[in-house]
Each structure stands twice: as structure tokens, then as C-alpha cells.
């Protein structure tokens, strides 16, 4: 790629994109002499949504040995304690190196030749097709991937395969809120930059640890409240966020629509919505009017088991704000009334009239890396690129030509990533292809899901450690992270950002596409994937893109490289990108009105009762990241947070230390208490990075919400006892010839890691 285009041809940067670091290829001026040879390269970290620029550090023989902060505009130079070390995957001791194959189930993995393990591959899945059917052998994808990979993995499934079932693990996280997004908006993306926080005046989170969870947008938030903005918070923690708000709501769990509704139901009462706002923009309104009436603070205050002053507060605070935003993440998004959480804070935002200008807005914090981008060009299963609709017959005729198959080729829609798992067994797949997930960790009630993918003929995953779902697969195929090969990813702004290459993937892995393209020309369709670099991916996803709501037509690595980041849609390359959206007022329907959706709160799958009265919620802590396959092998994270515990409310008896057994109808775990007055004494909490014995995830429920198919992790009754011992942390799982941080069989299990930093039991 040319890096030395001028930045004169291009358009001048929109609001929200500012200055940010030149690309380095240089040493650093100041740098010692023994650092001769020494290059940084401009990249953006692989963990959460925010997508941090920061600079990888690659030394003369091409191996990346360190970071340095970038002053990238997201950033400025900041990277929380996963960034600082995202570079020891690289040449981590555990990757794996060369594909891996078993002969019978039970037979141990061993290395074969790549040719042997496509082979083998291409055989399975003509074998199953075969005899099952096209839809017998499904694709089960992730949202950690770069945006050029998730659309390759759509086309493979549709083109490759011929089959419909493909779907992702972003199923996991944030398709609630995009459900709610397309429902209101008709366009699912956040609506504003975050450098427009800086500019508002009252700024609501609701469910989400943004603190530990998506670090360096704390910045964002302290940047606000220096310049007096008012932080509301929602949430049964008092998170480290939730510490420093000027309004702490600790509602219980899956009550937030209810109080959401109560908030609206006192700016209606008071006289305090925009009434010229809704009149010219929206529709629906009256519907929402109607509900939140009979939502008055002392009914909100009974569901939520909060006073009712906390209602009369909120809805003072972001009635009287002129300009306010609205955040929120899984806290409110796993649940079975996931969809209506989300379109509940629109309402809010709708009927005050708070989007369209700096200061003013509303948006969905994503988990993933590209938790944005991978959501968008068609890995889902009812999506095709561009955000397109599969069943939308416009929609599949443009790909279907793009594509070069008969629209009558082109598969409809699939089942959701829960429903596809569970089909392994009750339903009629029986082959599978696996990347970037990590489901024997991930998945709700996960004792089910191991004997969903131990029903599966065949299964085949990528990955670059040998994770906890590799580990049961016939053939696993060695794959580069992402400092390996270019591509990009869209952070939670919407903001679309190029990350380059830093080093060639170890011994034999090779980059997702070219396995991708490789299974793909052996079954027949060479043709169709004959891409010879992750960017000639991208440049057919762009025209794939093109007229779509999720138009990158108009992106080019190097206008990402100059620009730093583009904000879709971007429909042609003179155009500036769009980082707010809804500045003219107009929504993404014929009408250009936003819709308001009426929400009724209803109770949680389980509600407590007299064997189960208390609520089970999960989550992450600052340290780890989602399944914990890329955090629990790097030391200085194992060491900061070595193994999970429970969080319990003073008042229920414990000491910190105490062995607590939590038992729900899925199963037991007893674990370290961590007793905290930071939670409410009728929940408790259980972060969910930990495989095997003590994954969180054998006590949650697989109830999903009927519309996205999210899982409701963040509700589940529960009860605690005395535990007779605390189960050990399992290892993780050892790669070939491996080295991963020594974990201890525990007697003296002693004090839990805590990551709260007060309010603690013991003081
Ligand atoms: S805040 Fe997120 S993107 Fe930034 S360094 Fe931390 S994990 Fe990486």
C-alpha cells in the first residue's frame, strides 16, 4: 500500500476526527542507538469497541516485542492494562503452529500437514452435504474479526457451502441493541462521536462497567464532568464508574424498562419533553405516552426495590438537560426483555429530542474489537453486506449478481448462534466451522452446549490458541492474530479504522482468509475467492456494500490511513464519512421518521422463589476478556486477577475469603467470596472468564429473547450457601509444547482479586 499519497487530495476531516499521530515507520526521535531497526507500526488494539490506536514495536529480525501509545484521536495516547499487553499473543509460547488433525474422536490431536487437514476438511464437508443436506454443515463466526474476514465468512457459508446457516457470536453481545437500533432508527449504528460527550450536559450509562469493561472511555466521561456534566448511572453494582456518578441507581436486575419507563413518566408529568421534536421527527409517540402514564416513581420503586426519589431525580436531570446523552451496554441488553431495555432509552431520548447535534445523543457501547463492523457486512444469519436484508428480495438480487450465482443460489435465513448449537443435536446439523469463538466458555448453560458439539460428525475450528472448543475439534487450523495482517475494524463510534500488518504469523498459521479461500477453491469455487491479500477482500466488500445502509463504498485503506478513521456511511471517495447521524432530522425510513416503540416491563424468565431468591448476574473484570482464551495465558493479567469469585452483599452473613457455593437449576459452583457493600444484598455476581469447573456460564440460563435470540446471562435466580471447599481454577487448556502461567491446586484459597477498590467487607 502507497503511504505517500498527500493529505491535500483529500476532503477536510469531519467534526470528531482530530489530529492524530502520524503513522511511524521511523524510529523515534530520542530513541537509543541499540534501537536502530527498530519500527513502529500504526495499528489499533484487538480487545474491546473502543479500538485504542497504539504503535506495536518490531525489531529488526520482523518480531513484535513490545507498545507504544499512539496519539490517535480515540486515545490520546492512553491504553488500558489489556492493551499494554496485547502484543504478548504474538509470539506467545502457546500459539499454535501448524494444523492439527484426530483420526477418531478420543484420539489425541496431532500436527499434520496443511494439505492433509484440507483434505480432510473438504472430504467432511462433501461427505455430510452429502448425505444430510447443503444445510447439514454450518459456519459459527465471531465479531473479534476483522470486517474483511466477517464479510468473507458470510460469502463462504452462502457461496462455498450453499448453506444457510451461518451466524456469529456477536449473537452473544450486542444484537439486542441493534435490534432496538434498526427498530427505531432504522439504521443500527451509535448516532455521535464521542469527542460530543465532551459538549453535553447530562450523560446517562445504563449496564455497562465501563470502567473495567471499556477503559479509556471513562476518559471521555471524566472529560464531560470536569467541563459540570451530570453522570447518571444504572446499574445493580456500584461499578468504579458508578462511584464517581452524580446519581447512582442500583436497581435489580432485569428491572431496568420499568424504571426507564418511570423516568418518562415524570419529564411527561412535569412538562418537559419536546413536544416540537416529536410532533416533526417521530411517530408512535402517544402509544409511549399512554405506558409510561401508568409507570408513576412509587410503582417504578417496587419493581426496581428503589426509593422513589431516585425516579423523580433522573427524570428532573435529563428533562431540564438542553443537551444530554444516553449510553448503555449488556447490563441492560442480556435479558429477555434485552430489545425493549434498549428501545425504552430511546423513547427517553426521542421524546426530549436529544440527537442530531454535538452534545446530544445516544449510542450502544459495543463489546468486541469490531463488536460494530462484524455485525454488518453478512455473517449474521438473516443479513447480507452492506447491512442488507436476506430476505428482502431488492437486497438478494444485488448480491446474488455481485456475487455472480442465480439469486435462486443464494441461501435465506438461518437460525441464531444458541439455536444453530443446539441444532447440533436436536436439529439436522451435523458438521461445523468454527472461528473466533469460544463457546464451551461463552454459551449460556454451557454443560449443554458440550453435548451439542459432541453430537457434531465433524468440526472444524481456526484459532491461534487452543482454546477450550478447539480442544474438542477433529481438525483445528492454526490462524494469525490480528497483529499478523491487515484489516479493519469499526469501534463503537461507528468509526471504521485500519489496522496494519506487524509480522508474519508463526510457523505454519496462516491469516483466516487465505484458510477461508483455500477451503473454498477446493470445493470447487476458486473463481470466487481468488483474493491475494485481506485488502483485495475489502475492496470487494466495499461494492458489496455500495447502496446499502452500511455503505463503505467510499473507504480505502489509504483514506483510513490518512484520516485515521472514517465514520459510515461513506458512499463515495469524495465524501467525508458521517460521524452524527440524524443532523437533518431525518431517520432511515421512507417517512424519515423515527419510530417510538411502546415497552411494557415484564419479570425475568426466573424470578426468585422460595428455593431460588436471589439473582445471579455476570460479567467482566478490567483484566480479562470474554472467554479468557487470549487473557488467561498472558502473566501480568493471570497474575492481577488469577481466578474468579463471588460478590456478596455484607448483610448475608460472609467473610471475604468464605467459601460461597452459588446453585442455580443448571448446576453449582462454589467460589472465594468477595464481600462487598457494593451490591445489592439480594444479588450476587460472578465474572464469566473462567473455562471448565468454574465458568459462570454453568449457571446461567439459556433463555433467549425472542427477537435478537440474546441470551439472558444477566438474570438468573439463584441461592448461596456455606461451600465445603473452593474448587480449583483450572488450567487452561495446554497447546503443543506450551507455557502458560502456573496455576495452583488451592487449600488456602485466601482473598479473591478484587477489582472494585472499595466498599469492601473488610476495611
Ligand atoms: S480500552 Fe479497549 S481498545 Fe483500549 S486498550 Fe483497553 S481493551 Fe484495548
Not at 454459551?443 to 458439539?453: G, K, L, S
Not at 468440526?459 to 475439534?473: I, P, W
Amino acid at each position: 500500500m502507497s503511504r505517500a499519497r498527500g493529505r491535500s487530495s483529500l476532503p477536510i476531516v469531519p467534526a470528531g476526527v482530530g489530529e492524530f499521530r502520524e503513522a511511524g515507520s521511523e524510529t523515534a526521535e530520542g530513541w537509543r542507538s541499540d534501537q536502530r531497526g527498530v519500527r513502529l507500526v500504526p495499528t489499533h488494539c484487538c480487545f474491546c469497541g473502543v479500538q485504542c490506536g497504539m504503535y506495536l514495536k518490531v525489531d529488526a529480525e520482523g518480531r513484535v516485542f513490545g507498545v507504544e501509545p499512539r496519539d490517535h484521536d480515540i486515545n490520546k495516547m492512553k491504553l488500558c492494562p489489556k492493551g499494554v499487553v496485547a502484543y504478548q499473543q504474538v509470539s506467545h509460547p502457546d500459539r499454535l503452529v501448524t494444523p492439527l488433525m484426530r483420526d477418531r474422536r478420543g484420539d489425541p490431536l496431532r500436527p499434520v500437514l496443511w494439505d492433509v487437514a484440507l483434505d480432510r476438511v473438504v472430504s467432511e464437508i462433501g461427505r455430510i452435504q452429502d448425505a444430510y443436506g447443503r444445510d447439514a454443515f454450518a459456519v459459527y463466526s465471531g465479531s473479534s474479526l476483522a470486517t474483511e474476514i466477517t464479510y468473507l465468512a458470510g460469502k463462504f457459508a452462502r457461496v462455498a457451502l450453499g448453506t444457510k446457516h451461518i451466524d456469529y457470536n456477536g449473537r452473544l453481545c450486542m444484537v439486542s441493541a441493534a435490534a432496538a437500533n434498526k427498530k427505531a432508527f432504522g439504521i443500527d449504528r451509535a448516532a455521535n462521536p464521542w469527542a460530543d460527550i465532551l459538549h453535553t450536559q447530562v450523560i446517562m450509562v445504563a449496564g455497562s462497567n465501563v470502567a473495567e469493561c471499556f477503559p479509556v472511555m471513562t476518559n471521555y466521561l471524566w472529560g464531560a464532568r470536569d467541563r459540570g456534566a451530570k453522570l447518571i448511572v444504572l446499574d445493580p453494582r456500584e461499578t468504579p464508574l458508578a462511584r464517581t456518578a452524580d446519581v447512582f441507581v442500583p436497581l435489580r436486575p432485569g428491572t431496568d424498562a420499568a424504571f426507564l419507563n418511570g423516568v418518562l413518566h415524570v419529564i411527561e408529568r412535569d412538562g418537559l419533553l419536546d413536544e416540537t421534536y416529536i410532533a416533526d421527527h417521530t411517530v408512535g409517540w402517544e402509544a409511549v405516552r399512554d405506558i409510561v402514564r401508568t409507570y408513576p416513581p412509587e410503582r417504578v420503586a417496587e419493581i426496581c426495590g428503589i426509593e422513589p426519589s431516585l425516579v423523580e431525580r433522573v427524570g428532573a436531570l435529563w428533562g431540564g438537560a438542553e443537551r444530554a446523552m444516553a449510553f448503555h451496554a449488556r447490563g441492560i441488553e442480556h435479558q429477555r426483555l434485552g430489545v425493549e431495555n434498549a428501545l425504552a432509552v430511546i423513547n427517553l431520548v426521542l421524546a426530549t429530542g436529544q440527537l442530531g447535534a454535538e452534545g446530544k445523543g445516544y449510542g450502544t457501547i459495543t463489546g468486541q474489537g469490531n463488536g460494530q463492523g462484524g455485525r454488518e457486512h453478512g455473517q449474521k444469519a438473516d443479513q447480507l453486506p452492506g447491512a442488507r436484508d436476506i430476505e428482502d428480495p431488492e437486497h438478494r438480487a444485488f448480491i446474488a449478481e455481485y456475487w455472480g450465482i442465480p439469486e435462486a443460489d443464494l441461501p435465506h435465513a438461518g437460525i441464531s448462534a444458541v439455536e444453530l448449537v443446539h441444532a447440533f443435536r436436536e436439529g439436522n446439523v451435523k458438521g461445523l466451522l468454527g472461528l473466533c469463538n469460544n463457546p464451551l466458555v461463552s454459551m449460556p448453560n454451557v454443560d449443554r452446549i458440550a453435548a451439542d458439539y459432541d453430537a457434531l460428525e465433524f468440526h472444524v475450528q481456526l484459532d491461534f490458541f487452543l482454546s477450550e472448543t478447539s480442544e474438542r475439534a477433529d481438525v483445528v487450523l492454526p490462524s494469525a492474530v490480528w497483529a499478523e495482517d491487515a484489516g479493519v475494524a469499526t469501534n463503537a463510534e461507528g468509526r471504521i479504522v485500519l489496522r496494519h500488518k506487524a509480522a508474519d504469523p508463526p510457523g505454519e498459521a496462516k491469516p483466516d482468509w487465505w484458510i477461508l479461500c483455500e477451503i473454498a477453491g477446493r470445493l470447487g469455487h476458486a473463481e470466487r475467492f481468488a483474493f491475494d491479500s485481506v485488502e483485495g477482500v475489502f475492496e470487494e466488500l466495499r461494492g458489496a456494500s455500495a447502496g446499502g445502509i452500511a455503505d463503505y463504498s467510499g473507504v480505502t485503506y489509504e483514506r483510513l490511513e490518512e484520516t485515521g478513521g472514517l465514520f459510515w456511511p461513506v458512499p463515495s471517495e469524495d465524501h467525508p464519512g458521517t460521524p452524527r447521524l440524524f443532523e437533518d432530522g431525518r431517520f432511515h425510513f421512507p417517512d424519515g421518521r423515527a419510530r417510538f416503540s411502546p415497552v411494557e416491563w415484564g419479570a425475568p424468565t426466573e424470578s426468585g422463589d422460595d428455593e431460588y431468591p436471589m439473582v445471579l448476574t455476570t460479567g467482566r473484570t478490567v483484566a480479562h476478556f470474554l472467554s479468557g482464551n487470549q487473557t488467561r495465558r498472558i502473566g501480568t493479567l493471570v497474575e492481577q486477577t488469577p481466578r474468579p469469585w463471588v460478590e456478596v452483599h455484607p448483610s448475608l452473613g460472609f467473610v471475604t475469603g468464605d467459601p460461597v457455593r452459588v446453585v442455580t437449576r443448571r448446576g453449582n459452583i462454589t467460589f472465594p467470596a468477595l464481600v462487598t457493600d457494593t451490591i445489592r444484598p439480594d444479588t450476587v455476581f460472578v465474572p464469566y472468564h473462567w473455562a471448565k469447573r468454574v465458568a459462570a456460564n454453568l449457571l446461567t440460563i439459556d433463555a433467549l429473547h425472542p427477537i435478537s435470540k440474546i441470551p439472558e446471562y444477566k438474570v438468573c435466580a439463584c441461592r448461596i450457601e456455606h461451600g465445603e471447599a473452593v474448587d480449583a481454577t483450572s488450567p487452561p487448556p495446554q497447546a503443543p509444547g506450551s507455557s502458560i502461567p502456573a496455576f495452583e491446586i488451592v487449600d488456602d484459597i485466601g482473598s479473591p482479586t478484587s477489582p472494585q477498590g472499595r466498599g469492601t467487607g473488610q476495611r
